[in-house]
């Protein structure tokens, strides 16, 4: 099983560039990073994935280095609206009977004018 | 938009009573997974099922929580007899499965246990 370490808290202000890195130390092979965004009274909303290298969409980055021990999202010129807790979650594809999915305590950003 | 849905929302009760939370998942999904949501916990993975067989449960109490899927639409998770140590945020996510792993979560249910 492969648990995540993140940092508990972040600040940052808007429009700028805000890294978030998770660990994941004991990461297998067949295991996938998955990054989800919860705000507040909602539950977490899926933000992006990927195995390795560089990932991007329309709203962050993930950046995976070779050795795959760690994984870093980047979200570029946060707005207010960005504040929340983001999670990086290890798992992996299929989720068979002996895997376990495991939520670390996530990295709450706050977002300042 | 295709959501993933819970009933209730909110719901106080008192020990010992039965309760029992109800997810829609979006549809044509086929994996079901539930969730437990507390301060001190975080988010805890409680069961997932896939095709509506259980593939994981290990994360539930078996004495007194249960969960099930009557049909591809409709996932429960009961507790009986409720403790105090339940409340939390009770949250459903469903998934296309297939190697496509992204969950989508549900808006919860909070929990309150007197």
């Known amino acids: 099983l492969a648990k995540t370490t993140q940092p508990i808290s972040m600040d940052s202000y808007e429009g700028q560039e805000v890294n978030i890195t998770c660990s994941h130390n004991?990461?297998?092979?067949?295991?996938?990073i998955t990054w989800y965004q919860q705000f507040p009274s909602q539950g977490p909303r899926f933000i992006i994935q990927?195995?390795?290298t560089k990932v991007t969409n329309e709203v962050a980055s993930l950046f995976i280095p070779a050795d795959r021990k760690s994984s870093t999202l980047s979200l570029p010129r946060v707005s207010l609206s960005d504040t929340a807790v983001y999670y990086c979650?290890?798992?992996?594809?299929?989720?068979?009977?002996?895997?376990?999915?495991?939520f670390g305590s996530g990295t709450r950003l706050s977002i300042r004018p | 938009d295709a959501r993933v849905t819970q009933t209730p929302r909110h719901k106080v009760t008192e020990m010992g009573q039965e309760v029992t939370m109800r997810c829609q998942p979006i549809?044509?999904?086929?994996?079901v997974f539930w969730y437990r949501q507390t301060m001190m916990q975080g988010l805890e993975l409680l069961a997932y099922?896939?095709?509506?067989?259980?593939?994981?449960d290990s994360g539930m109490p078996k004495d007194r929580f249960s969960a099930e899927m009557p049909d591809a639409t409709l996932a429960t998770l009961k507790i009986q007899p409720s403790e105090p140590r339940d409340s939390a945020v009770y949250f459903c996510?469903?998934?296309?499965?297939?190697?496509?792993?992204?969950?989508?979560f549900g808006p919860g249910t909070r929990l309150l246990v007197l």
């Open positions: 996510a469903s998934g296309l499965g297939g190697g496509q792993e992204t969950q989508y």
């Open positions: 004991n990461i297998a092979t067949n295991d996938y």
């Open positions: 549809l044509g999904h086929n994996t």
């Open positions: 990927g195995y390795k």
């Open positions: 979650l290890v798992g992996s594809r299929g989720y068979s009977s002996a895997s376990k999915i495991i």
């Open positions: 099922f896939r095709n509506r067989a259980p593939l994981d």
